[in-house]
C-alpha cells in the first residue's frame, strides 16, 4: 500500500512558554490514519495525524473526545495506543492531542523500553524541513 506524507521540523509560531510547556520538539506531518476508541464498540474514525513528537501525536479528527480518552491510533503500519491530552475546534474539525503509551510493533531505532514516536515517520521517507 503506498502511503504518502509529509514532515516538516518548526512549521508553527512557537512561543517561548509554549516551548517550556513542551517537552520534546515538534515536527509537522501529514499522515493519513485510523481512531479506534477501545472502549466504545464500533468507534473508528479516518484522521490525519498532523504533528509528532517523541512522545506524543496531534491528529485532525472529525470528533471531538474528551481529556482522559483511551485511543488506539493505526498510522503507517503501527498502532500507538495512548491518552487524549486535549482537543480544540479548528473550523469544522478538531485537533486532539495524544501522550502515547506505547507502540507496536516496536519502533526500529528506539533504544530500549524507551519508543520515539518521530523516527516511524523518519522510516518511511525523509523529513522536509522548513
Known amino acids: 500500500m503506498n502511503q504518502s506524507f509529509t514532515m516538516n521540523q518548526g512549521a ?4 517561548t512558554k509554549s516551548l517550556r510547556q513542551r517537552k520534546h520538539e515538534r515536527f509537522v506531518v501529514k499522515a493519513p490514519a485510523i481512531l479506534r476508541l477501545p472502549q466504545t464498540p464500533g468507534a473508528t474514525y479516518l484522521i490525519t495525524v498532523i504533528e509528532a ?13 474528551p481529556a482522559g480518552t483511551q485511543v488506539e491510533v ?11 491530552k486535549y482537543a480544540r475546534g479548528v473550523e469544522n474539525e478538531f485537533y486532539i492531542g495524544i501522550e502515547a503509551d506505547t507502540v507496536d510493533p516496536p519502533i526500529e531505532g528506539a533504544q530500549g523500553e524507551e519508543f520515539d514516536l518521530t523516527l516511524l515517520f523518519l522510516t518511511v521517507g525523509a523529513p522536509r524541513r522548513t
Request: charged share 15%; proline share 4%.
Open 53 to 65: 513528537s517523541k512522545t506524543g501525536l496531534r491528529i485532525s479528527s472529525p470528533v471531538t473526545l
Open 12 to 15: 508553527e509560531t512557537v512561543t
Open 74 to 84: 493505526r498510522v503507517l503500519g503501527s498502532t500507538v495506543l495512548g491518552t487524549a
